[in-house]
Each structure stands twice: as structure tokens, then as C-alpha cells.
């Protein structure tokens, strides 16, 4: 069966700090992978996918980065974190080639002061 | 652009009172509309996919339904476990499975 890992599980950084969330899934190969924040009140906002190893398609403007080292290895960097930046990530994968249905890892809690 | 709108925002149930929760989405070219469950603090939990208009599927006390225009997640017999919010989202033809979701139906379901 399929693992889908995130960590860490909460953060608290300063503004302006750097910013490393890792995303890794378990039990399977050449996923899709994508990255998601979810503010208060608001609905999941797509932030990266990635259907390969060093494929990134961006879909919001904004100082975020993501990276996919290894196959099943998805990573959301920022260099310098904005107080707007504040709010709950979440990786999804789905099934390579055709899959549809997306399945989400326990996120990560991002708190910027 | 697609749109997904959840109704209501929020909803209170006794145990044991049936209701529905409406998903009503505008999409060209729909490949999939999908129901989540999401706990508070925790990722979304898969709950159905839905691929044509009248198509149904169901889990335990859950039962969704597909129109060409919305979505309903029917509850039957709530249970207070059943408390969670429900998420909706769509996914057009051709778009790399780029889901649009909603921003949810919060559940809560007392004794």
C-alpha cells in the first residue's frame, strides 16, 4: 500500500527566515505529486505539480519554490518567508500517467511572526 | 475558469437526522468531480470519485450523487464520527489532474 510522509509537522519561523518543507511517498513509482496551501476559510490552493524528476509546472506567482530530486521526493522551499506565507501545506500524489484521484499526506502547520 | 461552490458553509445535525450537502461546479469538459473528508488539523481523506451524471456511489452512511451541474453527499443517519468538514472538487479534461475544490461544508453531528 501506498505512504504519503510530511514534515515537519508544524514550524514557526520568522519573517524573512528560509523556509524547507519535504514531501515523500511510499509504495509506489512515478507519481504526480503536488503541493497545496490551505488558508483559513479559504479552499486548497494549488501551489506546484509535478508529473517527473525535475518537472515543476507553477500555478500561483509567488517567492515559493518547489523541487523533485528523487522520484518520490517532493520539496517547498522559500528563501525569504513573508508573514502571507503563514497557513497549512499539504502534498498530494496521484497515480502517474492517467491517475485522477489525489491523496493527501497530514501536512505541515506553517506559522510565520 | 472552473468553479466549485459548496453549500451550506456550515451545518448542525442530531444524531440520526439525514441531510445533504450540495457541491455545484461549472467546468468545461468534466473528467471527475471528487468528496473528501477533511479533520481538523489533518489532510483531506478520499471519500468517492463521480465520472458521468447520474452516476452514484456509496460508503456506509454516505451516498453521492452526480448531475450535470452539481453534486450531492447525502448523510443517513448521522453519527457524531461523522463530523468533519466535506470538501468538493473537479477535474477538467486535459489538465495534468489539477483539481479545483471548494471551500467546504463544515459537519457537526450531536447526541
Known amino acids: 500500500s501506498q505512504t504519503i510522509h510530511q514534515w515537519p509537522a508544524t514550524l514557526v519561523q520568522p519573517v524573512g527566515s528560509p523556509l524547507s518543507l519535504e514531501c515523500t511517498v511510499e509504495?509506489?513509482?512515478?507519481?504526480?505529486l503536488y503541493w497545496y496551501r490551505q488558508a483559513a476559510g479559504r479552499g486548497l490552493q494549488l501551489l506546484f505539480y509535478?508529473?517527473?524528476?525535475?518537472?515543476i509546472s507553477s500555478e500561483v506567482p509567488q517567492n515559493l519554490s518547489a523541487s523533485r530530486p528523487q522520484d518520490r521526493q517532493f520539496i517547498l522551499s522559500s528563501k525569504k518567508l513573508l508573514l502571507s506565507d503563514s497557513g497549512f501545506y499539504l502534498c498530494?500524489?496521484?497515480?502517474?500517467?492517467?491517475?485522477?484521484?489525489?491523496?493527501f499526506g497530514p501536512g505541515t502547520r506553517l506559522l510565520v511572526l | 475558469e472552473d468553479q466549485v461552490t459548496q453549500s451550506p458553509e456550515a451545518l448542525r445535525l442530531q444524531e440520526g437526522e439525514s441531510s445533504s450537502l450540495n457541491c455545484s461546479y461549472t467546468?468545461?469538459?468534466?473528467?471527475?468531480l471528487f468528496w473528501y473528508r477533511q479533520d481538523p488539523g489533518k489532510g483531506p481523506e478520499f471519500l468517492f470519485t463521480?465520472?458521468?451524471a447520474g452516476e452514484e456511489k456509496e460508503k456506509e452512511r454516505l451516498k453521492a450523487t452526480l448531475t450535470k451541474k452539481e453534486s450531492f453527499l447525502h448523510i443517513t443517519a448521522p453519527k457524531p464520527e461523522d463530523s468533519a468538514t466535506y470538501l468538493c472538487?473537479?477535474?477538467?479534461?486535459?489538465?495534468?489532474?489539477?483539481?479545483?475544490f471548494g471551500t467546504g461544508t463544515r459537519l457537526q453531528v450531536t447526541l
Open positions: 509535478s508529473v517527473g524528476i525535475g518537472q
Open positions: 498530494a500524489w496521484a497515480h502517474g500517467g492517467k491517475g485522477e484521484t489525489q491523496y
Open positions: 509504495g509506489t513509482s512515478n507519481p504526480n
Open positions: 472538487a473537479v477535474l477538467r479534461t486535459g489538465t495534468a489532474s489539477k483539481l479545483t
Open positions: 467546468v468545461s469538459g468534466l473528467r471527475g
Open positions: 463521480l465520472y458521468s
